[in-house]
């Protein structure tokens, strides 16, 4: 979800098994030349996620990278099945709540789906949340995303070494 804490713990994760960190959004928006948040408004979500999962399909097993994938990713086509045949997955569980705060704590409003301005952003966060969560918890590994960094990196690297 967003603001679960993908890049920040992403980055820390790639740095400790020395691979790359890559954040999709950002490998979508250099293909398209364009934010999410304008190919969301110019072509439509059907389109984005169309080219989400084309752009998911392009990284291999075993390249040696940590992927930041946008929330939807492995919701929309065959998204969560590839991810969980060509790598580990962890779904980074953040309650509503928390994600909301942090949304408005760090202050990115370029979220086509959850707009800060809108006094029902935790509805609509809640509800995207309980529509996904089945999917979400089909990850290899689940960690409660609002332990602190170092905690999560520990549980991460323990379930890494069972694997
Ligand atoms: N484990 C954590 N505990 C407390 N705060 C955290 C934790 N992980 C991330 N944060 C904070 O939450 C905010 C969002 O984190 P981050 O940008 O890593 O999330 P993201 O999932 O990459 O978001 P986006 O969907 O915007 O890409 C940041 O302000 C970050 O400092
Ligand atoms: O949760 C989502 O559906 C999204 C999350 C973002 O990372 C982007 O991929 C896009 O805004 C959609
Ligand atoms: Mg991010």
Not at 54 to 69: E, F, G, N, P, Y
Not at 123 to 134: A, F
């Amino acid at each position: 979800m967003p603001s679960s804490g993908k890049s920040t713990l992403g980055r820390q994760i790639a740095k400790s098994l020395g691979y790359e960190f890559v954040d999709l959004d950002l490998r979508i928006e250099i293909a398209e030349g364009k934010k999410v948040a304008e190919i969301f408004s110019l072509n439509g979500e059907e389109y984005f996620r169309k080219i989400e999962n084309q752009h998911l399909k392009k990284i291999q097993k075993d390249s040696k990278l940590v992927i930041a994938t946008g929330g939807g990713a492995p919701c929309f086509h065959d998204g969560l099945e590839y991810i969980k045949e060509n790598g580990i997955s962890i779904f980074l569980d953040v309650k509503p709540e928390m994600l909301v705060e942090r949304m408005r704590v760090s202050k990115k409003n370029e979220r086509p789906l959850f707009d800060l301005e809108s006094k029902t952003l935790l509805d609509t966060v809640s509800t995207k949340y309980n529509e996904r969560l089945s999917t979400y918890q089909k990850a290899d590994i689940t960690v409660e995303g609002d332990t602190d960094p170092e905690s999560i990196l520990w549980i991460i690297d323990a379930e890494f070494s069972r694997k």
